[in-house]
């Protein structure tokens, strides 16, 4: 009988000890922003826009200052950070290729260990995301007034208003009244905003068009110094961004101008986006953009090449930013909830974007290349009890650290065959024994924005580039001593040595990365035949 009793007391100790390490768990808010340049995050730089709810996250948590991508463009980024895996083995190398559906993404093993699982925003590929038991997602790009969601209980629907503040608003309605207390949580609220073709909500366009913002000191950039890669790329914003679509020049007064479309989608990016508006929504929008086309019929016959660029690139950051201001109040919103719930002091709360991007620095806008301001990205990270506030780390950090880092956190093992690093040992300051390089890879050539094939390693002191396909070259930037990434110093003798190390280094991580010239020369071949297929792997 005693027994008995005792057997029964510990079975209760340890489903009680079981229950309170389940509560243990903490709850994880992954914020993800799409082309979120570093640079307009004021925690970074403060010159374009001041971002105080983005800052709250840095203030009371870390700021990672070379956290970066490892490959530079949307739909990849996204596979890497769900699959922990880079682009070469989760099949997800570009935009094209399709994402290999067999590979296991981390919301799946949070779901599978006991955490209730939402995703509301942008996702870009892929209509019934694994591992959520909620979704609400736009379909591709979406829309930023009164976009169409596809959902995982109601189908396709439409929703009314601006696609930020919508995003936004479906995450707190989860938090607040979907979620199951007795469970922990992950919620993915992922923006649409800043992605091209910038639409900021009226409440700020009508403020950030009567902005004026500094000019990058890279805006006239000639790229000497640099091999063909920077020279051919069709990022420049005078010649390449659409006058309709990212400009927000009617197209009426585009033909009474005589100014051609810089693509095939420029006009139609304009009524893509600005037609969807209800009368409402357009008339606001024609109060604020309606004097500006008319100031600019009046302006142009007479400016110069130099005179249409400065104009270009103060009406991008002017909408840009505009987008951003509007992710920043959501943000804003959802840690106060946090915050007045009681939920916060057990939430970890991650702000990202998929990639970097440019805003004017060296004449571009868009990203891809492993250049600096496409290549790092934001990442502020709290965690109450763990994260000392107000840090900042150095170390080099990836997008494909994510999974890894957030199953930890979760107490769940991840796969052996991940390739991320786990972050929380930099979360707590032990930066010891962490990786000195990373590995980037960009594949989508030739295609829109003509950014060459390339791959590279980079450390916190230097960067080695290998452009490959219709050429080979390579580039060779000193990090420290050039920040801007002006020159390249492969050929200098002074860093003969530099160098040397550099390559058998990079050698290594593709094989530690399972990636290689077979890859590179199949990836080409699949994609000059328009062989879409997943690739299952790097086999």
């Known amino acids: 009988m005693k027994f008995k009793k005792l057997a029964i007391a510990v079975l209760a100790f340890t489903a009680f000890s079981c229950q309170q390490e389940e509560q243990k768990k903490p709850n994880i808010l992954f914020i993800m922003s799409d082309d979120h340049a570093y640079q307009a995050i004021s925690a970074y730089d403060n010159t374009l826009i001041e971002t105080p709810n983005i800052d709250r996250i840095a203030n009371e948590g870390m700021l990672f200052t070379n956290a970066c991508v490892t490959n530079s463009i949307c739909a990849p980024s996204r596979a890497v950070i769900l699959t922990g895996k880079h682009s070469h083995l989760n ?36 209509n019934n995301p694994k591992g959520f038991d909620e979704f609400q997602i736009l379909p591709g790009q979406g829309r930023y007034y009164n976009p169409e969601f596809i959902t995982k209980k109601e189908g396709k629907k439409t929703i009314t208003g601006y696609v930020t503040d919508i995003i ?31 639409l900021p909500a009226e409440r700020h366009y009508k403020e950030f068009t009567t902005k004026t913002f500094k000019e990058p000191a890279t805006l006239f950039d000639n790229y000497e ?25 009617y197209p009426d007064v585009m033909d009474e101008l005589g100014i051609a479309e810089t693509s095939t989608w420029d006009k139609g990016a304009f009524k893509r986006e600005v037609g969807a508006m209800n009368a409402e929504q357009r008339a606001a929008w024609d109060k604020v953009y309606g004097p500006m086309n008319e100031k600019f019929k009046k302006l142009y016959p007479n400016m110069t090449q130099a005179d249409k660029m400065k104009w270009r690139y103060q009406r991008y950051m002017q909408d840009y930013l505009g987008s951003i201001a509007s992710v920043d109040e959501g943000v804003g919103k959802v840690l106060d909830y946090l915050e007045e719930s009681g939920l916060a002091e057990n939430t970890i709360v991650i702000y990202t974007s998929d990639q970097g991007f440019y805003l004017g620095e060296h004449g571009w806008f868009d990203k891809r290349f492993i250049y600096n301001e496409s290549f790092k ?96 070259e390579w580039e060779l930037y000193d990090r420290k001593k050039d920040p801007q990434e002006m020159k390249s110093v492969f050929d200098d003798p002074a860093y003969a040595e530099t160098l040397t190390k550099l390559k058998s280094d990079l050698a290594d991580l593709r094989v530690k990365y399972k990636d290689s010239e077979d890859l590179d020369k199949k990836y080409m071949e699949m994609y000059k035949n328009k062989n879409f297929m997943p690739s299952g792997g790097g086999k």
């Not at 608003?169 to 073709?197: C, G, Q």
């Not at 506030?389 to 957030?406: H, K, W, Y």
């Not at 094939?453 to 580039?465: A, C, F, P």
Request: net charge negative; no cysteine; charged share 20%.
């Open 91 to 126: 099949g997800k190398i570009d935009n094209n290729f399709p994402f290999d559906t067999t590979q296991m993404t981390f919301p799946q093993l949070l779901q599978e260990n006991g955490y209730q699982t939402a995703m509301f925003g942008k996702l870009h590929f892929g």
């Open 377 to 472: 990205t934001p990442l502020l990270v709290k965690w109450p009890n763990v994260i000392k506030p107000g840090t900042t780390n150095t170390q080099m950090v990836q997008n494909l650290d994510f999974a890894q880092t957030i199953l930890a956190a979760a107490q769940i093992e991840a796969p052996s065959d991940m390739q991320g690093e786990n972050l929380i040992p930099l979360f707590k300051g032990e930066t010891e024994n962490f990786r000195e390089a990373v590995y980037y890879h960009y594949y989508e050539y030739p295609a829109v924005h003509m950014v060459k094939r390339h791959y590279g390693i980079v450390t916190e002191d230097y960067k080695l580039i290998h452009f490959y396909d219709d050429v080979d």
């Open 168 to 198: 936004t608003d479906l995450t707190i309605n989860w938090l607040s009244k979907e979620r199951d207390a007795e469970k922990p949580f992950f919620m993915a609220y992922l923006h649409k905003a800043p992605h091209r073709e910038w």
């Open 225 to 249: 110094g640099r091999g063909s890669a920077a020279k051919e790329a069709e990022m420049n914003l005078l010649t390449h961004m659409n006058w309709a679509g990212d400009s927000k020049i």
